[in-house]
Structures are given as C-alpha cells and as structure tokens.
C-alpha cells in the first residue's frame, strides 16, 4: 500500500517553515525522503530508521514516529532552492527486499 | 559517494520498436536495483527489482515479457521496453544502494517518447 502524504502542496514566502507528513497503514522498518526537481531524479535528503528518531542537517530534519507509523520532515526558515516535490518512500517490516513504495508526493513552492 | 548513471536521458522511438536503457553503479557494486516509472506530475512507481544473477522480481501489473531486465553484471542492469507504444511513454528511473550504507542513489533517469 501507498503511504499517504499530507499536505499535498505548499506554498511559502522565503524564510517560513513548512512540515510535510507521511503516513502508513502498516508497519514500518524504515522511511527515506527524496527531493525531486522538475525533469529531475530524485535526489535523497535523509532515511529515518527507529521509533522516534530524529534525524537532519542544517535546517532540514525529520521524525518517524514508530507507534503511530508516520514520518515528518520539517522544513524550517525555507530558501528558493528548496522548491520541489517532495516524496516518502517506505520500506516495511515484512518486505526485507529494500525496495521502497512511495507516497503520492507533496510539491512545495517557495517565493520570494 | 554512490553514483548511479543511467544512459539513454532522452529518446524517442517509433511505436512497435524496442528500447534499451541502462543503469550503471560506478564506484561500488550493486546486487540490487531498483527500477521506477513517473508519469508526469505522479509518484514513482515501482516497476521489478532487479538481482544480479537471477531473474528479476516484478511488482503487480507490471508485464516482465514487455519490460525485460537484465542484471548481468555487479555494476549494470538493463531495461529493455520491448514492442513499445505511446502509452510506455514515461520517465524511467533506476536506483541502488551501496552495501553498507542507508538511502539509495536514483539514476539521473531515462525520458521515454513512443510516437
């Protein structure tokens, strides 16, 4: 099953922060977030592994709370090069493969 | 750092052709890769994992005798859309891991037109 991401767009002035959640319906073993500019690949930010681990650089970080299953990346004092769809992908428990399903992704779009 | 390179960027093929796109690790060796389409403004879409060695598993809905894979080496796997028509057209991705470390490198992709 596909994660559920939240919300699905964004829009920012420069400096504000946002936060993007991605939610799963069964049990989680890990949650990885990319960043993917138009006509781009996906470029990886972070991969979250433990229950409420938190995890980032600069000023880009994220949660993965294990008991509710959701992962949050928090954005914070956003900048123009920010822009960009973001997606969660999730590896879960019983898969044991690596291979990751992604969530519907959520574009987020930062102005001057 | 892991980098994954992915050859065609860009083609255009005539429907009914076949098209080959590669994905190669070039500084680690990759038992596994992963192959994903995006249809525009979608999410990705796994398509198969890719084994070296073995067959590749593919995912539900997705046909293994029009999307051939081919895990022939540590450091290449192919994909090869056979047969294709307009409706294949589409972003085509390849990721890998490097052993050892978390998240995966995305190859830089593979725009797919069938006319």
């Known amino acids: 099953q596909q994660p559920v991401q939240s919300p699905q767009a964004v829009i920012l002035r420069e400096g504000e922060d946002a936060v993007i959640n991605c939610s799963s319906s069964?049990?989680?073993?890990?949650v990885h977030w990319y960043r993917q500019k138009h006509g781009e690949a996906p470029v990886f930010l972070m991969i979250l592994l433990k229950g409420g681990e938190q995890k980032g650089h600069e000023k880009i970080s994220a949660s993965f709370n294990e008991k509710k299953q959701q992962s949050s990346l928090y954005l914070t004092a956003s900048q123009l090069s920010y822009s960009g769809t973001y997606f969660c992908g999730t590896e879960y428990r019983e898969s044991n493969t690596g291979k990751l399903i992604f969530g519907q992704g959520t574009t987020l779009q930062v102005k001057p | 750092g892991a980098v994954v390179s992915q050859h065609p960027s860009r083609v255009i093929c005539k429907s009914g052709t076949s098209v080959k796109i590669e994905c190669r690790s070039l500084?680690?060796?990759?038992?596994?890769m992963f192959w994903y389409r995006q249809f525009p403004k979608q999410s990705l879409m796994l398509m198969a994992t890719?084994?070296?060695?073995?067959?590749?598993?593919?995912e539900q809905g997705v046909e293994k005798d029009k999307f051939l894979i081919n895990h022939a080496s540590l450091t290449l796997s192919t994909l090869t859309v056979t047969s294709a028509h307009p409706e294949d057209s589409s972003f085509y991705i390849c990721?890998?891991?490097?052993?050892?470390?978390?998240?995966?490198?995305f190859g830089s992709g593979t725009r797919l037109t069938v006319v």
């Open positions: 069964k049990a989680l073993y890990s």
């Open positions: 500084d680690f060796q990759a038992t596994t």
């Open positions: 890719s084994n070296e060695g073995s067959k590749a598993t593919y």
């Open positions: 990721s890998a891991s490097l052993v050892g470390s978390f998240g995966y490198t």
